[in-house]
Nanobody, 121 residues
Framework: QVQFVESGGGLVQPGGSLTLSCAAS????????MGWSRQAPGKQRELVAR???????QHADPVKGRFTISRDNAKNTVYLQMNSLKPDDTAVYYC???????????????WGQGTQVTVSS
């Protein structure tokens, strides 16, 4: 199967920066998309950003110009550089790997366990 190691969350003041990272491991042959979603208390989970294995990126409107997603295919790792953070960015951030092909031929999506980001003074 697939396991994730997420890191980089924490408490930061408004206007500050954080970098999240998520490394996927397991019997992975390939991963098509990797990305981040977030869920704030009382709200639905929403896409933050995603990136394909070819480097095509998509950022949600609320984070455009502030967040940047990147990826190291060799390490099956995705990063989210978050700048100019706002209190509205406070949420649990979840790593996602989409269309993961395992060595046994299985193709599925997988989610990490989540990391808390809190933006507060």
């Amino acid at each position: 199967q697939v396991q994730f190691v997420e890191s980089g969350g924490g408490l930061v003041q408004p206007g500050g920066s954080l970098t999240l990272s998520c490394a996927a491991s397991g019997t992975i042959f390939s991963i098509y998309t990797m990305g981040w979603s977030r869920q704030a208390p009382g709200k639905q989970r929403e896409l933050v950003a995603r990136i394909t294995s070819g480097g095509i990126t998509q950022h949600a409107d609320p984070v455009k110009g502030r967040f940047t997603i990147s990826r190291d295919n060799a390490k099956n790792t995705v990063y989210l550089q978050m700048n100019s953070l706002k209190p509205d960015d406070t949420a649990v951030y979840y790593c996602n790997a989409g269309s993961v092909r395992l060595w046994d031929g299985t193709v599925a999506d997988y989610w990490g366990q989540g990391t808390q980001v809190t933006v507060s003074s």
